[in-house]
């Protein structure tokens, strides 16, 4: 009887594996085949990397049981990932930081129960292939390669799909592979933000400007360097020593050895600055703000802020009004003496991507990629982005595919 169960079994399993509802679609978009698996199993759950909680190294969990992303909008993307770069801020989202800011932005009602964020797929660096468009996407179409910053309270890169905004990404670079891409649209998305939203920069009147970036070796400051140079700014960095040959090779025209003494000094007797971009913090606002050229609209942009920190310790409302308290009165303390004090905010978009596309494709801007690791080795290469020191950025291959 078990025998017979058997072979009624395994007919019944041929049939199903010969039907369309589990085949390969072969729906068409012009003269493209669309490669997307129907079965149930496939489009509801995917392979990729979690957490279930906050903390350390610890916390990541491999599943092949992962949501799969849906379209909730009409014009957003389902992208197949190639390649996730990783970013400092993916450690400190793994650990917590900005948890209720992003948890607020998830759920603005504050419909769902604390903890329903998770689990949470980090990676905010994404290349990859249009695998279906929304009803109301018009620019892109099913295969076209992209790549994106992955806003920090989406679900990230370190899985096999994402859905994204189709004003959040861009038609990748052809002369960059997918590995190569991911190590650029997060840095990228922050300096665009920090200096042409918040600063006022552009290609039309950035030539000859004085530029300081305090923390020049990082990512932010390395793609800094290079399209400030593009645009024809003078740019000074500070940098420990052995890093000063790699950002002159980018194209800073003056550096600054923060490991030789009081970095304040030597910068003071330099000509005064039209921007400084700050990706250090700390103890820099008290002198960085007397190098800028006062009553020229000169501006200091800092990238450290503790907007998500006081959310985090102190609530969303409390938190918001401290947050405003707080630069209303920098902004005003700076204001009489002839200077502009900002702070700078990551903001993922497209529209700028495709700007930086035309440059990388023109060898203005060149990726930086330090190490490359397989998917199954995301807890080491999120181990030694933590580390830092890194001259380069840490990128996660996915799936093989297109030109890697």
Partial sequence: MSSVRYVVCSRLLLHLSKSPCLQTAASRYGNKTRLISTSSRHMTIMPAWVIDKYGSNDVLRFTRNASFPIINYPNEVIVKVFAAGLNPIDVKMRGG??????SMKRDPLNMTKSGSEFPVILGRDVSGVIMECGLDVKYFRERDEVWAAIPPWKQGSLAEFVVLSANEISHKPKSLSHTEAAAIPYVAATAWSALVNTGGLNKDNCANKRILILGGSGGVG???IQMLKAWGAHVTVTCSLNAERFVRELGADHVVDYTAGPVEEPLSALEKFDLILDNI?????????NLLKPWCGAKYVTLVTPFLQNTDRLGI?????QTAATVATKVLKHLVKGVHYRWGFVAPSGPALDEIRDMVDAGQIRAVVEETFSFSQVPQALDKVEKGHARGKTVVQISKGGDD
């Fill in 317 to 321: 409302a409390d938190g918001m009004m």
């Fill in 281 to 289: 913090g700390g103890d820099t606002e008290r002198w960085a703000l």
């Fill in 97 to 102: 930081y900005g948890a209720a800011t992003l």
């Fill in 222 to 224: 390395t793609f800094a």
